[in-house]
Every structure is written in C-alpha cells, then in structure tokens.
C-alpha cells in the first residue's frame, strides 16, 4: 500500500512538472491508506481506457489493460503494448506473446488463462520504444493497483524496464534474471522478456532455468 501511495505520489509530481512546475511545497505523506483508484478490476479497466495522463493516449489506437485470472498467483509485467496489443487492446498476442503462452504453457505447465498479464504502459510507446520515465511512473499506479487486487504470489518482471519500474533498481536484467526478490506481499522474479529471447534464443535456456524456479515457488508456496 506505501507503495502504491508513493507511486500515485510521484504520479502527482510528473503531472505537475509536465504542465511545467519546477517548485511544490512539501508533500506531507497522510496516514491511511485512500487513493484515487477504485478496488475493483474493471472498474480501475474504465478509468484506464479513458485515461489521458500522458503523450502516450494521444497516439494509441486502443488501452491495454492486462487480462487474466483476477485471482491468479502468478503474474507477468511486460513493457508495454507493441502493434498488435494496441489494435486489439489484450497484452502479449504478437510473436512475444506467442512465445510467453508457450513459456507458461510449456515450462510452468499451467494454462495462460490462469495467470494474469500487464504491462508498465497501459498504452503503445510509438515505433514501440521504451516508455519515458514520465511516460512510466505516471502509469505506474494502475499496475500497483492490478497487483494489489489481483494478490499473486509471484509477479516475474519480463525484462529490464519492468524490473526496473517494479524495483527502482537499475541493475541490468542480465545481473538480476533467476533472483527471487521479496516484494512485501509477493515474490519478484525478473526473467528475460520475450521479445530479447526472439532476438537471442541462445538466452531461453536460462529463461526456462527461471520459469522451473518460479514452478517450484508456486507449488512451495500452495
Ligand atoms: N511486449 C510487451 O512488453 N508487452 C506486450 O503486451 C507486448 C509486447
């Protein structure tokens, strides 16, 4: 919960610093836990596809909320929605998305229904570059939100800038990928995220070395 106020916080402050403050007085962190965003899935889904907090609503065809079992103990954080996401509005479905389904279907050995599957940006950075800093955090509290009402048990942050948005860490994904992290409520495990293993398929074999140990993490903690 400290989390996603200091995310919906730092939200706050790139808003302001878009519309061009450099200055704010000090923020007094108030107790209990309110926020703005509501504690149910498709309502936080509405506030999501009408949102217009960032450059990145003005050229996306459609939001991408992140689908899935909404009681899932497993999660998968990607970047962001590439071509296909922003036609169709559902998170994975290109050719990494192809790959992930076969990760989870074939190595974690559970159906991609029964996981639950988001993104850093809710909506396609153009010509599918890395969201900006403010591009992220000020996205960054729907998915703390999605996580906090989904409670997985294992959230694996595919890639770099997952991991990093997730963590605050800026650690490459090369240095960190295998580690299991406590998060507070939920375990972190970064992995390599699919579209890198489409360009290196030499690195799967690690992949799957993670997803075998999120498998076990699972059933350990069932
Ligand atoms: N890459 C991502 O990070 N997310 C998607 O939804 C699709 C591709």
Do not use: W
């Amino acid at each position: 919960m400290n989390r996603l106020y200091n995310a919906l916080q730092l939200k706050r402050l790139y808003q302001l610093k878009q519309l061009g403050f450099r200055y704010v007085p000090l923020i007094e962190k108030r107790n209990g836990t309110s926020t703005a965003l509501p504690n149910d899935l498709e309502a936080l889904k509405r506030i999501v596809s009408e949102c217009r907090l960032c450059g990145l609503s003005k050229t996306r065809t459609k939001t991408v909320f992140g689908e899935g079992d909404p009681n899932a103990s497993l999660m998968f954080v990607g970047e962001g929605p590439g071509a296909q996401e922003d036609t169709t509005g559902r998170p994975f479905v290109g050719r990494a998305g192809e790959l992930l389904t076969k990760m989870i279907e074939n190595a974690i050995e559970i159906p991609r229904e029964s996981v639950y599957i988001a993104n850093i940006v809710k909506c396609r950075p153009p010509n599918n570059r890395v969201p900006t800093p403010e591009e992220a955090y000020t996205c960054l509290p729907y998915l703390m939100k999605q996580i906090e009402l989904v409670a997985p048990k294992v959230v694996v942050a595919l890639g770099a800038t997952a991991y990093h948005y997730l963590t605050g860490d800026r650690s490459g994904i090369t240095k960190v990928r295998g580690e299991v992290i406590e998060r507070g409520a939920f375990l972190l495990v970064p992995t390599y995220h699919p579209s890198y293993l489409l360009r290196n398929p030499s690195a799967k074999k690690e992949a799957y070395m993670d997803l075998l140990k999120i498998k076990r993490l699972l059933c350990e903690n069932c």
